[in-house]
């Protein structure tokens, strides 16, 4: 399995915040804190199949001068509109916006909307956090059926 080279253009100061992070973490060099990161976020995608029932909240911090951003973040909100069930919104202060999408659909979906927004140019962060309910009704369903007993019950 050979190695390639790719760069990447990140902000001086994110560069340095994750370089002393790492170091934190006890990481020989940045490559491998790299590829560390990127089979976390693949293996968390691949849990799940595509078709996958879940719900979750898209939340996003952005800075609503930014142009068109609030336009385009509406816009992207009706095409997606079967998926969200509710927006919160917060203005943090002056410049800062902060909205949290709550959505539940198919999980490719989900992601597909999720990037799309975090996408959008002037998010300067972004995060989607998901949960398969039916995954969870299924365990707790299972438990009703089987008989068990309690401490103390005879
Ligand atoms: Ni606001």
Do not use: W
């Not at 050979?2 to 253009?9: W, Y």
């Not at 968390?44 to 078709?51: D, H, L, P, T």
């Not at 927006?87 to 989900?110: S, W």
């Amino acid at each position: 399995m050979g190695l390639l080279r790719t760069g990447v253009a990140i902000e001086s100061d994110l560069l340095k915040r994750f370089d002393s992070h790492i170091k934190n973490q006890g990481y020989a060099n940045r490559s491998e804190a790299l590829r560390d990161l990127i089979r976390d976020r693949l293996n968390e995608a691949g849990q799940k199949s595509g078709s996958a029932f879940v719900v979750g909240t898209i939340t996003l911090i952005y800075d609503h001068h930014s142009r068109l951003l609030p336009d385009r973040l509406t816009e992207l909100q009706h095409e997606y509109h079967e998926l969200i069930i509710s927006t919160v919104h917060a203005h943090l202060d002056h410049n800062l916006c902060l909205e949290t999408v709550v959505v539940k659909g198919m999980l490719r979906r989900v992601q597909e909307l999720a990037g799309r927004l975090i996408g959008i140019k002037g998010v300067q962060h972004g995060k989607l956090v998901m949960s398969s309910p039916q995954a969870y009704l299924t365990r707790s369903a299972k438990r009703r059926r089987r008989p068990h007993m309690h401490p103390g019950q005879s």
